[in-house]
């Protein structure tokens, strides 16, 4: 092929690729021009960018027409081969500027958008948590704990299955009692027992730190009663124990007054009347002055006057000796009640049901 005529084929071949770079490139002009005006999102200018990347090695990359082109440079008549140089030259200049100012028009774009997307208004007010509370017997059973620990007391938890020894045997309650009537408690198939009364927690607790010992033992109790506004198998308890050297029925009394009156005002009066417990001995069942109507006589006190709230005495001698106790230098005291009947009266439940049914619309009056 004559030399003028390789020179006219070369000079259209650029010309040609200069042409097909303008007319793939005019895809990314087009979209870039429409960045200001929102016509393209964040995620879409992301791909374009990345396709624009692709683009821009595959025209001006090692392997690129462009680059062959160039090589041919050499092989120029001399005195074309400055003009030639010149054309090239100008075409690669142009695609790399055009190239480069669509890349810094999305760059810029990018930027701004992901900016955009991730800030945050910190004057916004904030989305206030959907806070929980304290289940009513909870606050009972915390008010009871604080007087308690005031008063010298630790609080002791122990497991709800037990055997006969810690639920009967160990607190004296005799093998016919009726208590052990599996129409009154509930048994595993095992012969295992929950517990009915937390003094099973008491005894656990004088095994493992002997005495003297003074201790509370809230939790849950389970006795086979037919559910109704006073009656659930499942309730509450407490049960306090004082075991000590020279320890008397006025401690007792002291005691239980004490705790009254921090519960329900300095004003409370406590008394006792004459009872029976297995694990008691003198036993006795005690009551406080209402504190609805002081005293005087009320629908809630059923006009007594005197609100019943639990049992005590002194710990049976049997007891003592069956926890390894010498009743000769130990004597104690102990009490239980009812912290659900407690809770019901304080906030005037005429069913203590409500307090295991877990009706939100009951619970949240409790916040
Ligand atoms: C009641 C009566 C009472 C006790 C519980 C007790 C515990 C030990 C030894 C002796 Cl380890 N007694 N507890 C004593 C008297 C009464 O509860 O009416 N509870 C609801």
């Not at 790399?96 to 958008?113: G, V, W």
């Not at 289940?135 to 630790?154: A, D, M, W």
């Not at 002081?294 to 007594?304: Q, S």
């Amino acid at each position: 092929m004559p030399q003028g005529v390789q020179n006219e084929e070369l000079k259209l071949q650029a010309e040609q690729i200069h042409k097909a770079f303008e007319q793939e490139f005019e895809r990314f002009v087009r979209l870039t021009s429409t960045l200001t005006t929102g016509g393209v999102s964040l995620s879409e200018a992301e791909g374009l960018f990345v396709e624009l990347d692709e683009f821009e090695k595959r025209v001006t990359g090692k392997k690129s027409e462009l680059s062959a082109l160039k090589k041919m440079v050499g092989r120029i008549a001399a005195e074309d081969r400055a003009a030639f140089g010149q054309l090239i030259q100008s075409i690669e200049s142009n695609i790399r500027t055009k190239l480069s100012d669509t890349r810094q028009a999305l760059e810029a774009f990018i930027e701004a958008a992901r900016t955009e997307r991730d800030r945050i208004d910190v004057t916004l007010p904030g989305t206030r948590p959907k806070e929980g509370h304290l289940h009513p017997l909870t606050l009972v059973r915390q008010k009871i704990e604080n007087i308690f620990v005031s008063l010298g007391y630790i609080i002791e938890g122990d497991r709800e299955i037990e055997t006969d020894f810690y639920n009967f045997d160990a607190l004296n309650i005799p093998a016919a009692h009726p208590a052990r009537d599996p129409q009154d408690t509930f048994y595993t198939t095992d012969g295992l027992a929950l517990r009915s009364q937390t003094s099973t927690v008491q005894i656990h607790a004088m095994e493992r730190r002997g005495v003297p010992i003074r201790m509370i033992a809230p939790g849950r109790v389970f006795r086979r009663d037919t559910p109704d506004a006073t009656h659930n198998p499942m309730f509450f308890q407490v049960e306090g124990l004082c075991v000590d050297r020279g320890i008397t029925m006025a401690h007792l009394k002291g005691t239980v007054g004490e705790f009254l009156r921090q519960m329900y005002g300095p004003g409370t009066k406590t008394r006792f009347r004459p009872s029976y417990f297995p694990f008691t001995e003198p036993s006795a069942e005690f009551d406080f002055t209402c504190f609805k109507c002081d005293g005087i006589g009320c629908a809630l006190c059923k006009g007594t006057g005197w609100i019943e709230l639990g049992g005590c005495g002194m710990v049976h001698p049997n007891v003592l000796r069956t926890v390894n106790i010498d009743p000769e230098e130990f004597t104690g005291f102990a009490f239980g009640f009812g912290i659900d009947r407690m809770c019901a009266m304080m906030f005037g439940l005429d069913d203590i049901r409500l307090l295991f049914e877990n009706d939100i619309r009951f619970l949240e009056q409790f916040r």
